[in-house]
């Protein structure tokens, strides 16, 4: 097993079971920054932490509410806002202020967490049957460290549908925006 892959599975282990991810050292903090997710009415359902790891890469934890069973695309957006956006006919886009899916690269293709498209394209989340979902995995195309990369500042998003990551139909059929947040500083407990 590599170095990179028993950091990896460090952090996983103490993010599944809640214990602190920052060493003791203030000088050898892990960089961790959050998303409190909320549903179009603003109430908050859930979270999501973002942990930079010292080799590159991001291990990422979602735990959210609220959600249709089954599966949801999820996905980074440019922008770190949560409010809706209004067009000019007046129509209302839940989360529309967060943009588009976030392509650091200008690909402009939508081919999911492994392909060479958006870096924003992230793994489908499954909800339960009472609307609860509950993730934790790693990816090398994110950073929280700076560079072309970065996510903090921008938004995370939960879609109504499952992401097929394909361009066809439009950002693999992941539909409207039911969940978002702003990706930006840990809160104090």
């Known amino acids: 097993m590599t170095s990179k892959s028993l950091i990896t599975l460090a ?5 599944a079971v809640g214990a602190p991810l920052a060493p003791a050292s203030a000088a050898d903090r892990t960089p961790t920054y959050a998303a409190y997710i909320v549903d179009p009415a603003g109430k908050e359902v859930g979270r999501a932490t973002f ?10 934890r979602i735990d959210t509410m609220g959600l249709t069973p089954g599966r949801h695309g999820m996905h980074i957006h440019e922008t770190g806002s949560c409010l809706a956006l209004v ?3 007046g129509k209302s886009t839940p989360f529309g202020a967060a943009g588009a899916h976030f392509d650091p690269a200008s690909t402009s293709h939508h081919a999911g967490p492994s392909g060479m498209g958006h870096a924003g394209d992230l793994p489908n989340l499954t909800a ?6 509950r993730t934790t995995f ?3 195309r994110l950073s929280v460290k700076g ?3 970065n996510i903090v500042g921008r938004s995370i998003i939960i879609h109504a549908n499952e992401d097929n990551y394909t361009d066809e ?5 992941s539909g409207g925006r039911v969940e978002c947040g702003e990706i ?4 104090s407990s």
């Open 169 to 173: 139909p439009m950002n693999g059929g």
């Open 11 to 15: 952090f996983a282990s103490a993010l």
């Open 147 to 149: 560079g072309g990369n």
């Open 51 to 60: 942990v930079g790891i010292d080799t590159g890469g991001v291990l990422v």
């Open 87 to 89: 067009d000019t006919t």
């Open 184 to 187: 930006g500083p840990l809160r």
């Open 128 to 133: 339960t049957g009472s609307g609860h979902a």
């Open 138 to 140: 790693f990816t090398d």
